[in-house]
């Protein structure tokens, strides 16, 4: 069954759409019809030659890359070594999903979907902080960019640019920070994988099937911590009043200064430091909970890598994977 879409923004269960995933045709490119299709795992694709209005799909079955399976080869980690190439992100954005258009004259032909009406959609998601670039340049020539990337859901390429497999696979490799989250809740350990990356402006967290969302101008606003509640396949738009994995720059600023910052009324004074891995432990003056704040150079934020005594039994760490 195929849904025709009105002005009203939603989208019908993915389940009733056909076998190769079209669920529904109409609509527009609004960023506000596509932010909600990603966060139900929908993304339009017609061919913009023929198709007068978006065809929306929603396959049950994707192909997934885990970035913890990835195998790297010899030949590529020897390429890697060389240093030849760069590897930017937001750099180029307009000239990527141009490129992925045009590559090896794919735009002229009758099933090309990258067309104007999309390109102008995601050049406005872009701008908004919604999507991402991420480029491979041999001196200054772009050899490899792939994207968009979408933050909504399970981060990965749309449309590789060149046809160089080595810059391509080089530019999937880097762009997610993998962690694992470690607990004991209810006297029970659980471990969680967790990504993180920033897409444009906005810091995008995904754990257990939740994308947490955080835009970079409100990193500064944190004043408190809260638990992660994953809600299967939901987004999350984070309230960075409590913020659940970093300390803003304006906390860590007074723990240098004061030897201490204030976070929910509650004083959390620094024990220790070891400066070479840009790490300090500090406790709360209230309850004695202590935590280890370290500073990632890969996402620019002081991160919350370990919570011990904590009162309400929630001890926990985070390790890079």
Not at 7 to 26: C, H, K, Q, S, T
Request: net charge negative.
């Amino acid at each position: 069954m195929i849904w025709q879409l009105d002005d009203e923004l939603w989208f019908p269960n993915p389940r009733w759409g056909e076998d190769d995933g079209l669920v529904a045709i109409g609509g527009d490119l609004s960023p506000e019809r596509l932010l909600l299709a990603y966060s139900k795992g929908f993304f339009p694709w017609y061919a913009f030659h023929v198709d007068k209005e978006p065809h929306w799909y929603c396959p049950l079955r994707r192909y997934v890359i885990f970035p913890q399976e990835i195998h790297v080869s010899h030949s590529m980690k020897q390429l890697l070594r060389q240093h030849k190439y760069v590897v930017t992100v937001n750099q180029d954005f307009e000239g990527v999903i141009n490129g992925c258009s045009k590559a090896q004259g794919r735009n002229d032909d009758v099933r090309a979907w990258l067309g104007p009406d999309i390109i102008e959609a995601y050049t406005r998601l872009h701008r908004l902080g919604y999507a991402t670039s991420v480029e491979v340049w041999e001196e200054d020539s772009a050899m490899s960019p792939m994207g968009p990337i979408s933050p909504m859901g399970p981060m990965g390429p749309m449309s590789p640019m060149s046809p160089m497999g080595p810059m391509g696979t080089m530019s999937t490799m880097t762009p997610n920070t993998p962690y694992e989250v470690s607990f004991i809740l209810n006297r029970q350990f659980r471990t969680w994988p967790l990504t993180m990356r920033w897409m444009g402006d906005t810091l995008g967290v995904y754990c257990k099937k939740t994308l947490y969302l955080i835009p970079r101008s409100e990193t500064e606003k944190a004043t408190g911590f809260c638990w992660l509640t994953p809600q299967d396949d939901g987004t999350v738009y984070h309230d960075v009043r409590g913020t659940f994995l970093f300390v803003s720059e304006g906390a860590m600023r007074q723990l240098e200064i004061a030897g201490l910052f204030i976070y929910d009324g509650i004083v959390w004074r620094l024990i220790d430091s070891d400066v070479p891995k840009h790490s300090h432990r500090v406790r709360a003056d209230i309850d004695g909970t202590e935590m280890v704040i370290t500073y990632d150079q890969r996402l620019r934020l002081w991160l919350v890598t370990e919570m011990r005594h904590n009162p309400l039994g929630i001890d926990w760490s985070i390790r890079s994977r």
